[in-house]
């Protein structure tokens, strides 16, 4: 039975043809496929909290793939997205890329490549939405943290010992402990140097 929060590639091309022939060159792969006949029909059916990878036709009536992907920026959407394009569409898809599509590949394109590709963009997605819940995990440790503690840790992690946490914010050591304590158990490590490493490099923006 398949997971809920297994990968899935999305596939949106207006050809039946290309729809089925991917949705089966994945599945030899070991990947589940959900094909989409426009983009319209994709935007209606994707909820966010599905990782995975995107193909989509570049080209396509109604809503283009261009389209569509600004669309997905707009909605906060992070799913790495292949372009599959023709000749004279390289340099839009290049203008893509800048604007944060993943890659993209000619047509026609050779099958293993393209998978592998796809492997890529749900490796890269998996390991962003595991650092996005990391994020969001010690922005709501942090928001347990009263002003005090929060002051404490500050102290904690440019180095100061106890003895000069306490005359810096004029308190006792004992209390310096308390606080010290607390801030390590709310924040779910065991030492300043795992407190460091958690909470470092976002101290500034958290």
């Known amino acids: 039975m398949e997971r809920a929060d297994a990968p899935k590639v999305f596939i949106v091309d207006d050809d039946e043809a290309i729809r089925d022939s991917l949705a089966w060159l994945l599945g030899t792969r070991g990947l589940t496929a959900q094909a989409f006949a426009s983009a319209e029909e994709f935007l209606g059916a994707y909820r966010q909290d599905v990782p995975g990878c995107m193909v989509v036709d570049m080209r396509m009536p109604g809503m283009s793939g261009l389209e569509l992907h600004e669309k ?3 909605r906060g ?3 790495p997205v292949i372009f ?8 839009m898809a290049v203008a893509a890329i800048k604007r944060g599509a993943f890659d993209f590949v000619e047509k026609p394109f050779n099958d293993n490549a393209l998978v592998d590709l796809v492997i890529k963009g749900i490796e890269l997605d998996t390991r962003a939405r595991a650092q996005r819940a990391e994020e969001a995990t010690v922005a709501s440790r942090l928001a347990q943290l009263t002003p005090r503690e929060r002051e404490v840790m500050e102290l904690i992690l440019a180095g100061r010992l106890n003895k000069l946490i306490a005359d810096h914010l004029n308190i006792s050591m004992r209390t310096v ?17 795992e407190l460091a490493q958690l909470v470092g490099p976002r101290k500034s923006s958290g």
Request: aromatic share 0%.
């Open 72 to 74: 997905l920026l707009e």
């Open 77 to 79: 959407c992070a799913l």
């Open 84 to 91: 599959l394009t023709g000749h004279a569409d390289v340099p």
């Open 177 to 193: 402990e308390v606080h010290r304590a607390r801030v390590l158990e709310k924040m779910g490590v065991r030492s300043a140097v």
